[in-house]
């Protein structure tokens, strides 16, 4: 039985190990390889029933930092067997190393708390424009549910009730309760405006949310990178 071919969550954490390790792999029995193989068989993403006996274990491990050391260019030898998704993985490394060291945080640390195994009955949700390879489907779930979470969503409404604002869309002013009356009253979404990489860092502060209505949320998620709420109000403003 052959396991099932590594997610792009998983090759982020290999791929942060071999980055803090000088760009070289990693042995077997290096305590690291070892932490990270235990992290990876907890983690919800094969079910055990695709799993062989030897499933991520340290030899593994320790075989795909090798697939992935040998892929960072200035490598002097032949690249090992690997991917292609390795070599994304790789390329946002060497474009971005500080962000995809967080960005291996943040899965961790969702790994741990065990959010991850909330989300995976979504992942498929996700339509494969709205996600960039440097972040991949579950922390962009993540920012999805966060955005969703109706305490915050009141927080904001109130909020900008209280600054004297009206709770309309920030882009094109749309107002709910104006079009549908009383079954549009206070219906507005809200979207986070910080970078994927930083979530989990901090509770989200209510300055980081934008309140938008469906479509202008939409058309800013639609394909990577997203827009600003402020480049997609130039657009529509342009277009009047
Ligand atoms: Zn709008
Ligand atoms: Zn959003």
């Known amino acids: ?21 000088g760009r070289r792999e990693l042995r ?21 029933s695709v799993r062989s006996g030897v499933f ?3 030899g ?21 067997r690997g991917s292609k998704k390795d070599q994304e993985v790789v390329n946002a490394f060497v474009e971005a190393p500080e962000q995809m060291l967080a960005t291996a945080a943040r899965i961790r640390e969702n790994a741990l708390t ?14 494969p424009e709205e996600v960039s390879a440097a972040e991949g489907r579950l922390l962009y779930l993540i920012h999805r549910t966060r955005e969703r979470d109706p305490k915050l969503r009141k927080a904001k409404i109130r909020q900008t009730r209280t600054a004297g604002r009206p709770v309309a ?5 749309f107002d709910f309760g104006r079009t549908y009356g009383q079954r549009g009253a206070d ?12 979530i989990g860092e901090s ?26 709420p402020g480049e997609l109000k130039e657009i529509v403003e342009n277009r009047r």
């Open 1 to 21: 039985m052959r396991d099932p071919a590594w997610a792009w969550e998983e090759i982020v954490l290999a791929c942060a190990l071999v980055e803090q390790n």
């Open 28 to 48: 077997e029995h290096d305590p690291a390889t070892v932490e990270l193989s235990r992290l990876l068989q907890r983690l919800p993403i094969h079910p055990p």
């Open 56 to 58: 991520r274990s340290p």
């Open 60 to 80: 593994s491990v320790s075989r795909k930092t090798t697939d992935l050391a040998t892929r960072y260019p200035g490598y002097w030898g032949k690249p090992t």
């Open 114 to 127: 065990g959010r991850l195994h909330k989300l995976l009955p979504v992942l498929d949700e996700v339509e």
């Open 169 to 173: 869309c920030e882009v094109c002013g």
């Open 187 to 198: 219906y507005i979404e809200c979207h986070h405006i910080v970078p994927l990489h930083h």
């Open 203 to 228: 509770v989200t502060r209510l300055e980081d949310l934008a309140l938008l209505c469906s479509n202008c949320h939409r058309m800013i998620h639609r394909t990577r990178p997203w827009l600003t």
